[in-house]
């Protein structure tokens, strides 16, 4: 395997692209107890129309999520209840763009790698398994409609987007996922889980070696076809809907600001591009900005309130919220101080003491094994090596930031998403 | 990895824990004292008063700066509940001195740091400035309330206010809204310097520094920490469950009903309970998992939880409303399986590697060995690691059984929607 070495976070990466296109990387980790597997696909809640055998498909909202859900029945019962039985912790998550299992164990490494490639390489839906978890993924779907912050970020999108699929909850909804059928969950893994399409990280202290021979083993030798997607027709810069309001059970209102940023690039500018907006979020209105202690010593916001910058395929977005009384307000002086900064520039200190804090910040989230696969699958998915966030940090300069905030931060990219308490506020 | 613990000072112990492959190092300052209803909104608003300044550093964006400056270090306050103790103070994570880019230290100025909010409060007149406390009591307020918007916290949170009403365990560790509105910035401060002379204060740090370089670090930061009188933490009362269980429904706006039930436990064998819970309803491979949710579809979630220190279990579930009864059946049938040894030997031993294994992973994690050494503190339970697998490993079957037999059911709360209505 190819070993790269990233002397400046400590960190050695172990590479290689199998005959199939599978691309696995290994992270050793010694000296921990913990081994981490993480198998997952370029496949998520977006990618609901897509190519496959020479015509275009146009499956169900929260097909990829109720697919992760049927992927760990297998012939032989239940790989959650297999891989339980061997200590390990296993899980699945379906993102926007990405699907993935993985599994925590300290030992039986090897036999519950195997177990992982194996129930998500080999789909096995009966109409009597998929009629059951309906009823289960429905009760999901409630849990998060009953949730306050998805529900305000979910409607952010709807608003910043007009056709673009991450407008669409990744679960779908109780009526969109009445269509699905094992026939197009077959389809769908057909076209997604092919090994060119998918990623295989793993952290922790483990032979190497052993984790190719198994991938080799146990996937199909060949790759598969490549799946055009359709993202639907490319976003004006001006947002869809300038806000929506929403009434739920909940003690104070809540609310989202979004500005919608211009489509990101793929490669190795989109790292680049995604500091940029998390430097530029900060600058604006993090923890030590002037604007978040003004807002806060008013009383405009507490400890809830924060930002972040996103980028998903065809979109970028930069937000932020918390429990507020008077949303307007802060997204008015968000917008002001952008303005602001725009015209007078950021403060060289204060922009180095940001850019410093954010590399901190950076290395510490590689204590993390989730978030070093979540990096790694990305960056493999999206052609950037995450590894390098020092070398990118050390490129960024303040008025790259400032052209960020002159460009993005302003009226017409703006929507807001506010709930408000269903019953007027609380005494 | 188990810390080594030491007394600093009367009542003050550093737990060290040497570890070199980490990127972060973990430092912690908490305060543990006796949950009351009468001082646990004092002691909720206390860490984040002192949050907000300190003379160096008066405001929080000047903190900020300086917690940037120091590579991103983090310095959060925490109010957690261990067994029924309220234990309150600082953490603080920060890049490990081998990947610090200008080589500078960060442990020493990060323990001063942590020094300065816990003990060098920004003070107005000899008392904590009006405007801090003001704030930070409308921040409580409102993340008192905020608990209702996270629907699953909100019923665990009712059931044990049920269960273990006039016990310290039913008291919330934020407090209640009235209490917070009625406390004074006076008696805010009188409390502070109560606490600081007797609470118990319990230091851990994680990291690449010898035990020397930081207890040199936190003698120096904690310098003005009075001497005093420090109270022990308090064991948790046992009770026994009512005749008759108590039945809580509340109602609201929301679109799947939570089902939480709370069991008293009287088994001594906290070993045989931690895996008997396990069993029952405490990972994906537990009966309630296995059962309730995938055999039957009755739920999204279905699991439990041991509070060792307390003996007690609860339950917590989302379920559609008119499945109220049919859950609560459901759960009390997977646990009489339980409790009559109707269980597979690979449901024992599934249970078992899997508890073997997350204690095992502790030291793979400073913020786990922070949160348990802190429990161990608190509530008195001592046991390393290794102690801990050597017991799990001893459990039998029987003594599993006889663990969950040994579950009476207290109160069931179950939170429902408008207008639906059950049987």
Not at chain 2, 26 to 33: D, E, F, G, R, W
Not at chain 2, 281 to 286: A, D, I, K, L
Not at chain 2, 321 to 343: C, S
Request: aromatic letters at 8%.
């Amino acid at each position: 395997m190819l070993e790269t070495k990233y002397p400046r976070i400590g960190e050695t990466v172990l590479s290689e692209t199998l005959a199939n296109g599978l691309r696995v990387r290994v992270i050793p980790k010694p000296g921990y107890c913990r081994k981490y597997a993480f198998f997952a696909t370029r496949y998520g809640g977006m990618d609901m129309r897509f190519r496959l055998g020479g015509a275009w498909r146009d499956t169900p909202a929260g097909i990829a999520h109720y697919l992760e859900h049927k992927m760990f029945d297998t012939e032989d019962g239940n790989a959650l209840q297999r891989l339980s039985r061997n200590g390990a912790e296993p899980n699945a998550f379906t993102a926007n763009a990405m699907t993935a299992y993985y599994f925590d164990c300290t030992e039986h490494f090897e036999e519950n790698l195997r177990i992982l490639l194996s129930f998500v390489s080999v789909p096995y839906f009966t109409q009597e398994s998929v009629d059951k978890e309906r009823g289960i993924i429905a009760q999901e779907i409630r849990m998060t409609e009953d949730s306050p912050d998805w529900r305000v970020y979910k409607n952010l999108l709807s608003c910043l987007y007009r056709t673009n699929p991450a407008r669409v909850p990744i679960a779908g909804t109780v009526e969109s996922i009445q269509e699905i059928t094992p026939e197009t969950l077959y389809d769908c893994h057909r076209a997604f889980y092919a090994p060119s399409n998918m990623v295989l990280c793993v952290v922790g202290d483990v032979n190497a070696e052993a984790v190719l021979a198994a991938a080799r083993e146990i996937l199909p030798g060949e790759g598969g076809e490549d799946i055009a997607r359709d993202y639907g027709a490319a976003e004006d810069p001006c947002v869809y809907r300038p806000s929506v309001t929403f009434a739920m059970e909940i003690a104070s209102p809540q609310f989202l600001v979004g500005f919608k940023c211009p489509a990101p690039s793929e490669g190795p500018e989109l790292l680049r591009q995604s500091l940029i907006g998390e430097l530029a979020c900060d600058v604006l209105l993090g923890d030590s900005s002037p604007l978040y202690m003004r807002l806060y010593d008013a009383g405009l916001i507490n400890g809830s309130f924060g930002g972040d910058f996103d980028q998903l395929p065809g979109v970028s977005y930069l937000y932020a919220g918390g429990e507020c009384k008077e949303p307007e307000t802060v997204a008015r002086a968000i917008l002001d101080e952008a303005a602001r900064l725009g015209r007078e520039g950021v403060d060289e200190a204060f922009y180095r003491q940001i850019r410093r804090a954010n590399f901190g910040a950076s290395l510490r989230s590689l204590g993390s094994f989730e978030n070093i696969a979540v990096g790694m699958a990305d960056g493999c998915f999206r052609g950037f090596d995450s590894y390098r966030f020092p070398e990118v940090y050390d490129s960024i300069e303040k008025e790259d930031v400032e052209a960020f905030l002159q460009e993005n931060i302003v009226e017409e990219r703006r929507a807001m998403s506010l709930l408000v308490p269903a019953k007027g506020a609380p005494a | 990895m188990d810390p080594i613990r030491k007394e600093l000072a009367p009542g003050v112990y550093l737990n060290y824990v040497h570890a070199v492959k980490f990127k972060t190092g973990l430092l912690s300052a908490q305060l543990v004292t006796p949950l009351g209803e009468e001082t646990a909104a004092a002691g909720a608003l206390l860490p984040a008063v002192l949050h907000r300044g300190t003379p160096r550093h008066p405001d929080m964006r000047a903190l900020s700066g300086a917690l940037d400056l120091l590579y991103g270090s983090g310095l959060s306050f925490a109010v957690r509940k261990k067994g029924e103790n309220q234990c309150l103070g600082f953490l603080a994570g920060f890049i490990d001195d081998a990947y610090v880019p200008g080589g500078e230290k960060l442990l020493e100025p990060v323990a001063d740091l942590l020094g300065e909010v816990l003990l060098a409060p920004a003070l107005d007149g000899g008392v904590f400035r009006a405007d801090y406390v003001d704030g930070e009591k409308d921040n409580l307020i409102d993340a008192i309330r905020a608990i209702l918007d996270d629907k699953r916290d909100y019923a665990d949170k009712r059931l044990l206010e049920e269960m273990c009403r006039g016990e310290r365990y039913g008291v919330s560790r934020l407090g209640t809204e009235a209490q917070v509105a009625a406390l004074s910035g006076a008696a805010l401060y009188e409390y502070y310097q109560t606490l600081l002379t007797t609470a118990r204060v319990e230091l851990f740090y994680c990291g690449s520094a010898e035990e020397r370089r930081v207890e040199d670090a936190l003698l120096r930061a904690l310098s003005a920490l009075p001497h005093g009188e420090r109270v022990a933490p308090v064991a948790s009362e046992r009770r026994a469950a009512p005749a008759e269980p108590r039945l809580c429904t509340e109602r609201m706006d929301v679109t799947q009903g939570k089902l939480s039930m709370g069991f008293r436990a009287s088994t001594e064998d906290a070993h045989a309970m931690l895996l008997a819970n396990l069993l029952f309803g405490g990972y994906s491979n537990s009966k309630l998992f296995l059962n309730v949710r995938e055999k039957l579809s009755l739920c999204y979630y279905a699991s439990s939880g041991y509070h060792r220190s307390k003996g007690i279990v609860t339950v917590s579930s989302g379920v559609e409303f008119a499945d109220f009864e049919r859950a609560r059946d459901e759960i009390l049938a997977q646990l009489r399986d339980v409790a009559l040894g109707d269980f597979e030997a690979w449901e024992l031993e599934g249970a078992r590697s899997v508890l073997v294994s997350a204690v095992r992973s502790r030291e793979d994690s400073a913020s786990r060995m922070e949160e348990n050494t802190l429990g161990q503190a608190a509530t008195g339970l001592w046991e390393t690691a290794g102690e801990l697998i050597e017991r799990l490993n001893a459990v039998t079957p029987e003594r599993i059984a006889a663990a969950a037999a040994s579950m009476t059911l207290d109160t069931v709360y179950f939170l429902e929607g408008e207008g639906s209505a059950h049987a």
